[in-house]
C-alpha cells in the first residue's frame, strides 16, 4: 500500500529523478534567462561569427530578411527575431515561404522571390545581402551554395535533423550555423536573440534606449511565443524545455501581445488560464492553419501587429481558415482509411485530392489508428508532396533519407518528417521502405503500450494527493500527466453520453478501502471514446481501470474525477482502443 510520498518518489523515478539535484531541478527549474547555450550544445563561436555579421548590417543600413516557416514554430521564431532586429534598429523584413509555392525551407525559389520583391527594395532602396533563416535551413545546401552565388550571405538557426555523408555531419555552406536539437525552432531563435542582445550590450554599439526596450521583451512577451513553438512542435517538456514552457506560460497569461490577446478572445479563452493544453490545440492549430492553406503571413501580422482591429480580423480569419482545415483532414482521412492495407507493417497512402497542407494530420491520424508509421502525399502532376508520422522504436527521418537518391528533399525528425518526389519514384520509394520496415519493425515495435507510471488503491485518492501531482505540471509530450492503475473496483453505475454515445460514464466503488470524500464511498469516472465498453461490462463486475486523476467542476461543486484511459475486466486481457478525437 502506498502513502503520498511513495507515489511522487515513484513518479520522479519513472522520469529519471533520483537525486535531490534532479529533483529540486525538476520542481524549480531554472529561468529562461540562465539556461546556457553550453547546456543546449550551440557553439559560441557560431554566435560570435553570427552577431559581427548583423552589427556588420546594421552599420551599413544593409537590408536583412528573415526566412522563416510556415508553421506556428515556424512563425513565431520569425516574430522573435523581427521584434528583436527591428527593435534594435536593424533594416528587416520577414520572408514565410508559401507551402505550394515553394516548399519547406529555403529554396532558390524563395531566394529568387526575396531579390526580385520590389516591396522589399523599396522599403531600404538596397537589394537584401543578409538572410537569417529560423526553423529551417540546416539540409539547405543548394538554396546556401545559389544565395553564395548571389552574394548573399546566410546565417542558419534551426533545429532539425543534421544530414550525414559518409559517417560525418554535411553542412550547408553558411555564413554561420546555430543549431541546438535540444529546443524548438522559435526556442532557439529567442535564446540567439537574448544571447544577440547581451553581445551588444557588452560592445555599447546600439543605442541604449533601443536595447532597454528589446530586453523587455526577451525577457517577457518573446518568451510566451518561445513556448508555443516549444508546446506545439512536440518537444519534451523537460530540463531546458520545461523551464521554458514553466516560467514562460506565466508571460502568456499577462501577455502584452496584441495578436493572442485577439486570438484568446476569439477562441473564449481566459487568459489567466492559459495551459498547454490551450497552446497545443487551440492557439497551435489556428496559428498552424494559414499555413496549411493560405498564407502564414496573416499569423505573423497577428503576432506583430499593435493595432487591435486589424488583430481582431485576423484572428477571426485564423478561425475560419482552421474551421476549413478541420473538414478537409476528416476528408482526407476518412478517404485514407479505406485504403490502409491491415497486413502491412508501413502506411504509404496518397491521391491528387488531398491537400498538401494536411498530408502531416492525415499521417498522424493514421498512425495513431493503425499504431504504425504512416506516410500520406499529395500528388501533383509530375512531383507529390509527402508527410511522415512515426511510431516510438522506429526513426521514420532516417529510414526516410535511406532512399536520398530518389528524393528531391528530405527534413525532419524521428517521429515527423516531410520529403518531395517525382511521381516515377513513388513506386519504388514504397517498395524500400517496406523492406526496411519488415526488417526494423519487430511486433513488440507495432504492438501499442499503455505506460503506466504505478498502481495505487482507491483510497490513496485525495485532494492532498492531486495538489502534489499538479506540480509534476506542465504536462505535455514527454511529461505526460501521471497515469495510475487500480484492480479489481467494483462497478456500481454505468451508462454512455456525449454525441452518439461515444463516452463512457461510470461509478466505480472499491469493496475493500473505500475513499471517504464528503461521506461519499465511490469516484466517478470519464472515459472518452470508451462509450462502446458498456456492452462489456455490467453492474457489479469487477474492472482494472487505468486514469488520471483530474479536477471536476460541475455546478459549483469541486469534486475530484478518474480520467479513464482504459477498463477491462479484473483479470482479463484489455483491448486498447488507440483513437482519439482531433
Not at 530586453?215 to 531546458?240: F, N, S, W
Request: positive net charge; contains cysteine.
Amino acid at each position: 500500500m502506498l502513502n503520498i510520498d511513495k507515489i511522487i518518489k515513484s513518479l520522479l523515478e519513472t522520469r529519471g529523478f533520483r537525486t535531490k539535484k534532479e529533483i529540486d531541478d525538476f520542481f524549480n527549474p531554472k529561468h529562461p534567462l540562465k539556461i546556457t547555450t553550453t547546456s543546449l550544445g550551440i557553439k559560441k563561436e557560431n554566435l560570435i561569427k553570427s552577431f559581427q555579421r548583423l552589427i556588420k548590417a546594421f552599420m551599413n543600413k544593409e537590408t536583412v530578411v528573415i526566412y522563416g516557416d510556415y508553421d506556428a514554430d515556424g512563425v513565431c521564431g520569425t516574430a522573435i527575431v523581427w521584434e528583436t532586429l527591428f527593435g534594435l534598429g536593424l533594416k528587416v523584413l520577414p520572408f514565410i515561404p508559401r507551402r505550394e509555392k515553394h516548399g519547406y525551407g529555403i529554396k532558390k525559389e524563395g531566394i529568387d522571390e526575396i531579390l526580385k520583391d520590389k516591396q522589399i527594395f523599396e522599403f531600404n532602396k538596397k537589394i537584401p545581402s543578409l538572410i537569417v533563416t529560423v526553423d529551417n535551413g540546416i539540409v539547405a545546401h543548394k538554396a546556401a551554395e545559389y544565395a553564395n552565388k548571389k552574394q548573399l550571405d546566410i546565417i542558419i538557426t534551426d533545429h532539425h535533423q543534421k544530414k550525414k555523408k559518409k559517417g560525418k555531419y554535411d553542412l550547408p555552406k553558411a555564413k554561420s550555423i546555430v543549431w541546438s536539437d535540444k529546443i524548438c525552432g522559435a526556442a532557439l531563435a529567442w535564446i540567439f536573440c537574448r544571447e544577440f542582445l547581451r553581445f551588444l550590450k557588452q560592445r555599447k554599439i546600439v543605442v541604449k534606449d533601443k536595447m532597454n526596450l528589446v530586453g523587455k521583451q526577451i525577457k517577457a512577451d518573446l518568451i510566451g511565443l518561445a513556448v508555443i513553438g516549444t508546446v506545439t512542435d512536440l518537444m519534451p517538456l523537460l530540463r531546458e524545455n520545461r523551464a521554458l514552457v514553466k516560467h514562460g506560460l506565466e508571460y502568456l497569461r499577462k501577455t502584452k501581445i496584441q495578436g493572442l490577446i485577439s486570438l484568446y478572445r476569439q477562441a473564449g479563452l481566459d487568459p489567466k488560464t492559459i495551459d498547454t493544453y490551450h497552446l497545443g490545440f487551440i492557439i497551435g492549430p489556428r496559428l498552424n492553419a494559414t499555413g496549411r492553406l493560405e498564407n502564414a503571413l496573416d499569423s505573423l501580422r497577428l503576432l506583430c501587429s499593435k493595432d487591435m482591429v486589424k488583430t481582431e480580423g485576423l484572428s477571426e480569419i485564423l478561425n475560419s481558415i482552421n474551421k476549413e482545415r478541420q473538414l478537409l483532414t476528416e476528408k482526407a482521412f476518412l478517404h485514407a482509411q479505406k485504403k490502409v492495407n491491415k497486413d502491412k507493417k508501413f502506411i504509404f497512402i496518397g491521391d491528387e485530392s488531398y491537400n498538401p497542407g494536411v498530408i502531416g494530420l492525415v499521417a498522424g491520424k493514421l498512425a495513431e489508428k493503425f499504431y504504425r508509421p504512416a506516410i500520406v502525399f499529395s500528388k501533383g502532376e509530375k512531383y507529390s508532396k509527402a508527410s511522415a508520422r512515426s511510431i516510438k522504436g522506429f526513426n521514420i527521418i532516417e529510414a526516410i533519407r535511406s532512399c536520398g537518391n530518389i528524393l528531391e528533399d528530405a527534413g525532419g525528425h524521428p517521429l515527423a518528417a516531410g520529403f518531395t518526389i517525382q511521381n516515377r519514384y513513388l513506386d519504388k520509394f514504397q517498395k524500400i521502405m517496406d523492406r526496411l520496415v519488415e526488417k526494423k519493425l519487430t511486433a513488440s515495435v507495432l504492438t501499442p503500450i499503455l505506460e503506466i507510471d504505478c498502481e495505487i488503491k482507491l483510497k490513496d485518492i485525495s485532494w492532498e494527493l492531486y495538489d502534489k501531482l499538479e506540480k509534476f505540471s506542465p504536462f505535455g509530450f514527454g511529461n505526460s500527466r501521471p497515469t495510475f492503475i487500480i484492480k479489481s473496483l467494483k462497478v456500481i453505475r454505468l451508462r454512455t453520453v456525449g454525441n452518439g454515445n461515444k463516452h463512457l460514464k461510470i461509478s466505480l466503488d472499491d469493496p475493500q478501502t473505500k475513499i471517504i470524500e464528503k461521506n461519499i464511498g465511490v469516484i466517478d469516472g470519464i472515459g472518452f471514446n470508451l462509450g462502446y465498453q458498456v456492452e462489456k461490462l455490467k453492474l457489479g463486475d469487477a474492472v482494472d481501470v487505468v486514469f488520471n486523476l483530474e479536477e471536476n467542476v460541475w455546478n459549483g461543486s469541486r469534486n475530484l474525477q478518474l480520467k479513464i484511459r482504459d477498463i477491462r475486466l479484473a483479470k482479463q486481457k484489455s483491448s486498447l482502443d488507440t483513437s482519439r478525437e482531433d
